[in-house]
């Protein structure tokens, strides 16, 4: 039961192009949001996250965007740079302690971009 | 240490042997996290730690996984009689307090041959 999917696999845009990333959930009991980047042979390092309570959140050429009914969520990189290549990782969480806790991540993207 | 710390970085080892994989949190942060990624598959939640208990050990796929942390810091991920579908990277995370953000450490590539 794969509750976060990311169903691109794979995604190419040229430099200096938005690059758009997308992410779909459907557990109704997330309510926290985060994108993950990966290098090869690195740990997932945190980039950007949502609550619930909001549908956007911008950090510099980083903007998630969270549209609650669609359980639709995606990251939005503009203008995208050669040192963005990378796998990047949905991921949600529930309220609670305990459910909170546990991360639920989607199969990842690949992100090329080409200069 | 500067970061979350894991050992070895790769570990190749046969079906039917045991291994233990060893991570060192960030120091200070009292919530510990193992997961692991299969390949082609996303992040598969194992086990957390709170100190030195473990709320949540639901994500451990079968009885030969288990976790242990000791004074609050180093924690250790023992698979037994190890299967080729056990076979991924380990991850380990921590933060500062649960819920808060995970740093995580780089990996141990698990190759059971």
């Known amino acids: 039961d794969q509750q976060v999917k990311q169903n691109s696999p794979s995604l190419s845009v040229q430099e200096g192009r938005i690059s758009i990333l997308n992410c779909d959930y459907t557990n109704s009991m997330f309510d926290y949001f985060l994108w993950y980047k990966k290098y090869p042979a690195e740990g997932p390092t945190f980039l950007i996250s949502i609550s619930s309570i909001k549908d956007k959140n911008e950090d510099g050429r980083f903007t998630v965007f969270l549209n609650k009914s669609a359980k639709h969520l995606s990251l939005h990189i503009v203008p995208s740079q050669p040192g963005d290549s990378a796998v990047y990782f949905c991921a949600a969480s529930g309220a609670g302690e305990t459910s909170g806790s546990r991360l639920t991540f989607g199969e990842g993207t690949q992100l090329t971009v080409n200069p | 240490g500067a970061g979350v710390s894991q050992s070895p970085s790769n570990k190749v080892t046969e079906k039917g042997k045991d291994v233990e994989l060893r991570c060192d949190p960030i120091?200070?942060?009292?919530?510990l996290y193992w997961y692991r990624q299969s390949l082609g598959q996303g992040l598969e939640f194992l086990i957390y730690?709170?100190?030195?208990?473990?709320?949540?050990k639901s994500g451990l796929p079968s009885d030969r996984f288990s976790a242990e942390r000791t004074g609050g810091s180093v924690s250790t991920l023992t698979i037994q009689r190890t299967q080729q579908e056990d076979s991924a990277v380990y991850l380990c995370a921590s933060s500062l307090r649960v819920n808060e953000k995970l740093f995580f450490g780089s990996g141990t590539q698990l190759s059971v041959l």
């Open positions: 120091s200070g942060h009292t919530a």
């Open positions: 730690f709170q100190g030195n208990s473990a709320p949540d």
